[in-house]
């Protein structure tokens, strides 16, 4: 009695003798005692007092025991508070009418003093844990309500990066649905400079938040690359680099990437981990499984990974099928999964290639039932069109591509008076990168323009000999020398000329340096190759590796590299 | 059976101490009222108020330390719950005989 708080219980009985009885006994364990003498008074006194427990007697006039049970409980609410039936009923069906009204004990006449105060003792022990499981409760519900609202948020942002770009094209359908907030799937799409649309559908391992984290970097990377030019490999290889680094072990993102060339109705597909898209063909409706024959990406390093793709060609409207695994492994109420031959019936009923789309998603879902959804199901579509058909951009950039024989030149001189202070390559390099299919080159062509513009500034106008430099003394003596010349010069030239055209596969630029220098005897060396004539120090090596052809022109005082790269693809 | 639990009488003055008298007086006071009310209900046919009173009776008697009084009253109960309440007034006589020796004894303590 000592360690428990003192309680305050309403006694219902219309008997005086035995109320009188109750009264006393809970009055001697130390609670407080309130009575009422018929079931009214008792709903009453409950909702005026809100006592902790309740001892109610069965039979009384006005209100019997049962209905004044149920009030108290109905106004309790979400709070357990112990209700005691008081009775000399031993009937089965009695008893049980005590519980169904909300009784949670019976104490029996005649009353004996222990076992009421076994029962208060026990009760209120559960009383006291119900109102804690109720704070908890409150708290969870609080807790997760802040977690949903944060969700949210993350989801919205999620959303704009996972699910922006390009999705709302005309010959696109696509069809996300997430078990959490957060869905495991990623839908990405945006177009490519040269006019061809992007697309990658991956499925990270896991659900919600883990999953979703991984999907920003690769968001990030696909929508600052593809607009850039990059091409599909390059952005692969971009992302499973990043992903490997990132992603701990075991968590990896399965995933298909398409290059759709709408012009030339071409499609390069590279697969790794997904389920085998399908290529439906207009023509003779059949269906074409494009299977997955890579590792997902995130999986192997750099070195190792593979960015070979595989090409189709298509007709206008002919469609291409991405899904998750959560289509194939959607299961019925039986425990069931969906699995491909399912789908491959879904294509052989149907009868207008305008409803294969909403027939799978129809089906799926028919199949599925009222079942617990395992994983998410996203489905995707594109139909191949032509580039008006697509979406506005594609069309501009094929009205630009018809005419797609462009060509313009450049010319560019460095005077004396600007050696010392001017670096012209920062310039020229801005003025290169304006050509969105060059952007993936920049680093080449930096290189490349630099070592020609050193060669001609260095070796032509100050006459420096590069054999200088094989020696550790030599090659501090040439910059010294160097410092020295550029200061006097007062007269001499480099003139840097780039010449760019566009044919409809290729693009080809030409790059001419000529100084004002005397040149140097490249006639003697023909026969043998540049890079290995002892001219190493003129970074002729590395150019060759990088052009398609490098030779020396006149006296050798005009350098001509000719660049090339895929303008289209 | 006995008219009285010595047992239980023993406990119940344990337990309300000074009030035993009152305890005992409230008990007097009910069963007349219940009893008044037996009374009334003889010639009636309400078989549910004679098993409310039988039943509450019955359950301050076992309170009070009256096992045949009890047992008495539940015999009344079982007749009015199974609706046979020809010669209840036997019945009711017989609780009100008993009562006055419970009662006698009870202000013999």
């Known amino acids: 009695m000592n360690d428990q708080r003192q309680l305050k219980i309403l006694v219902a009985d219309d008997t005086d003798t035995d109320r009188l009885i109750l009264e006393t006994i809970v009055r001697k364990e130390g609670h407080t005692v ?29 209100m019997d025991g049962f209905e004044s049970a149920r009030l108290i409980k109905l106004h309790a609410g979400d709070k357990f508070i112990p209700i005691l039936f008081l009775t000399s009923l031993t009937d089965n069906e009695s008893l049980v009418k005590c519980l169904d009204a909300g009784g949670d004990d019976f104490l029996s006449k005649p009353y004996s003093r222990i076992v009421l105060q076994a029962k208060i003792k026990s009760f209120n022990r559960m009383r006291e844990m119900n109102a804690t499981v109720m704070v908890q409760r409150d708290e969870i519900a609080k807790n997760n309500a802040r977690l949903l609202q944060e969700q949210m948020v993350a989801k919205h942002v999620f959303d704009n990066v996972a699910h922006s770009g390009c999705l709302n094209s005309k010959n696109i359908r696509y069809f996300l649905s997430s078990l959490a907030v957060f869905n495991g799937d990623m839908l990405l799409a945006a177009m490519r400079p040269n006019g061809n649309m992007i697309v990658l559908l991956g499925d990270f391992t896991g659900h919600g938040l883990p999953a979703a984290i991984g999907a920003m970097p690769v968001a990030s990377t696909f929508y600052g690359m593809i607009p850039k030019g990059f091409s599909m490999t390059d952005v692969l290889k971009e992302i499973n680099n990043k992903l490997k680094h990132i992603l701990p072990v075991g968590i990896f993102c399965c995933a298909t990437m398409l290059d759709i060339n709408f012009r030339k109705k071409k499609l390069t597909v590279w697969n790794g981990g997904l389920p085998a898209g399908f290529l439906y063909r207009l023509a003779d409706h059949s269906i074409h499984p494009i299977k997955s024959t890579h590792l997902p990406l995130g999986v192997l390093s750099s070195r190792a990974f593979k960015d070979n793709c595989e090409e189709y060609d298509l007709a206008n409207g002919d469609r291409l099928y991405l899904w998750s695994d959560g289509i194939h492994e959607a299961r019925n109420i039986q425990g069931d999964m969906f699995g491909e031959a399912k789908l491959i019936d879904v294509f052989a009923q149907n009868t207008d290639p305008e409803k294969l789309f909403d027939d799978i998603i129809s089906n799926v879902q028919a199949f599925i039932g009222d079942s617990e959804k395992d994983d998410d ?33 450049l010319s560019f001189e460095v005077k004396p008076s600007s050696f010392k202070v001017f670096d012209p390559l920062p310039i020229l390099i801005n ?32 006459g420096l000999d590069s054999a200088m430099k094989k020696s550790p003394d030599g090659f501090s003596e040439y910059y010294e020398l160097r410092n020295q010349r550029i200061q006097m010069i007062s007269e001499g030239f480099v003139k840097i000329h780039i010449s760019y055209c566009t044919e409809d596969i290729n693009g080809r630029l030409v790059i001419r340096i000529e100084d004002s220098g005397p040149g140097f005897d490249y006639q003697k060396k023909l026969g043998a190759s540049l890079s290995t004539s002892g001219y190493s120090g003129r970074g002729i090596a590395l150019m060759e590796r990088m052009c398609e052809s490098v030779r020396y022109i006149g006296k050798g005082n005009i350098a001509e590299v000719v660049f090339v790269w895929a303008n289209d693809d | ?26 008990f007097f006071q009910d069963s007349e009222n219940r009893l008044k009310m037996l009374n009334s209900l ?28 009890a047992s ?3 015999v009344l109960e079982k007749k009015a719950v199974a609706n046979d309440l020809d010669n209840i007034k036997q019945n009711i006589d017989v609780i009100k005989a008993e009562y006055e020796i419970v009662k006698a004894l009870l202000l013999d303590l």
Request: aromatic letters at 6%; glycine letters at 4%.
């Open chain 1, 377 to 409: 199901i996203s489905l995707f579509e594109i139909r191949m069109a032509d580039p008006q058909d697509v979406n506005e951009y594609a069309y501009e950039t094929s009205v630009k591509k018809e005419g797609s024989a462009i060509a313009w030149d």
């Open chain 1, 34 to 62: 309130i009575s009422a003498s018929d079931g009214r008074q008792a709903v009453d006194l409950f909702i005026s007092e809100s006592p902790d427990m309740v001892l109610l007697d069965a039979l009384m006039p006005i």
């Open chain 2, 72 to 74: 008495l009253c539940a």
């Open chain 1, 431 to 462: 003025v290169i990168m304006e050509i969105p299919s060059l952007r993936p080159y920049n680093a080449s062509l930096y290189t490349i323009l630099a070592e020609l513009y050193t060669n001609a500034l260095e070796h032509g106008v100050l």
């Open chain 2, 1 to 26: 059976m006995d008219h009285l639990d010595q047992q239980a009488l023993v406990t119940l003055k344990d337990v309300m101490e000074d009030d035993f008298a009152l305890l005992i007086n409230t």
């Open chain 2, 42 to 69: 003889i010639d009636s046919d309400n078989q549910d108020a004679i098993r409310r009173a039988a039943h509450s009776f019955k359950g301050s008697c076992s309170n009070v330390g009256a096992p045949l009084l």
